[in-house]
């Protein structure tokens, strides 16, 4: 299987902070690759596919990038609401697998 | 609006079985696979199964591989994940999923959950 590995695994930071978290893969993965934020007690939200597409209804703030083995999502000016935990999944072959996750909380 | 509702989570006994449902609304069900994905309490996410559109087939986590099926009735709108042989690490909040229509195999849309605990 392959595994994702999340950096850091937790971040403090104020809003109107830029944020980036890095995943990478054991082995390639072409760009099939989300991010997912979740809040406590609820389901996760899909923010970006294809490691650089933003899902509809996300706001520009949330940026993806990468292909192969390493990716990054950038927050460009953190807001009250971005507090969370992140995850990034592979869905290039199964079983799909998670990175640990980045919990971001305030400074 | 897309919306997922899961229900049949409780508690079961080690070795003991369980099924889980899933209804769907606001899109068209049978056009879409679906993911099931849990998360242990405190813990990370684990995805834990995929069934195609029509059903046709379905593949599993190592973990589960053996134990948990899942079904799908398209005219109930209605996905199933049937859990057999649970033990205590199966305890988790079970979320089903719908396939992004425009990524590999991501999910765009989620359940609230269903709970499901194993203990004696």
């Known amino acids: 299987a392959i595994q994702m590995t999340q950096s850091p695994s937790s971040l403090s930071a104020s809003v109107g902070d830029r944020v980036t978290i890095t995943c990478r893969a054991s082995?390639?993965?072409?760009?099939?690759l989300g991010w997912y934020q979740q809040k406590p007690g609820k389901a996760p939200k899909l923010l970006i596919y294809a490691a650089s597409r933003l899902q509809n209804g996300v706001p520009s703030r949330f940026s993806g990038s990468g292909s192969g083995t390493e990716f990054t999502l950038t927050i460009s000016s953190l807001q009250p609401e971005d507090f969370a935990t992140y995850y990034c999944?592979?869905?290039?072959?199964?079983?799909?697998?998670f990175g640990p996750g980045t919990k971001v909380d305030v400074k | 609006q897309v919306q997922l509702l899961e229900s049949g989570g409780g508690v079961a006994q080690p070795g003991g079985s369980l099924r889980l449902s899933c209804v769907a609304s606001?899109?068209?069900?049978?056009?879409?696979?679906m993911h099931w994905v849990r998360q242990a309490p405190g813990k990370g996410l684990e995805w834990v199964a995929f069934?195609?559109?029509?059903?046709?087939?379905?593949f599993s986590a190592d973990s589960v591989k053996g134990r948990f099926t899942l079904s799908r009735d398209n005219s109930k709108n209605t996905l199933y994940l049937q859990m057999n042989s649970l033990t205590t690490d199966d305890t988790a909040v079970y979320y089903c999923?719908?396939?992004?229509?425009?990524?590999?195999?991501?999910?765009?849309?989620w359940g609230q959950g269903s709970l499901v605990t194993v203990s004696s």
């Open positions: 069934i195609r559109f029509d059903g046709s087939y379905q």
């Open positions: 999944l592979q869905d290039y072959n199964s079983p799909f697998t």
């Open positions: 606001g899109f068209n069900f049978s056009s879409y696979g």
């Open positions: 082995q390639g993965i072409r760009n099939d």
């Open positions: 999923a719908k396939r992004a229509p425009r990524a590999s195999f991501l999910f765009d849309y």
